[in-house]
């Protein structure tokens, strides 16, 4: 975050576990496996929003 890299980077990681068909080829997130929703945790954290605001937008998830 002190040096910018944080949205850098960000885009270049990957440890989502979704299928083919949910990750267009495996070129997007499937935004519902567990590490998809720990990456958007951390993310949140940093950058000082709130994860379960963002999460609600997202597929299939159960979030109150």
Not at 26 to 50: D, H, L, Q, R, V
């Amino acid at each position: 975050k002190k040096y910018g890299k944080l949205v850098d980077l960000g885009g270049l990681t990957r440890s989502c576990e979704g299928w083919i068909e949910e990750t267009n080829y495996f070129t997007e997130p499937c935004k519902g496996c567990w590490w998809c929703i720990e990456k958007e945790w951390a993310t949140a954290e940093i950058y000082n929003y709130s994860a379960i605001d963002s999460l609600k937008n997202w597929k299939e998830l159960d979030i109150e």
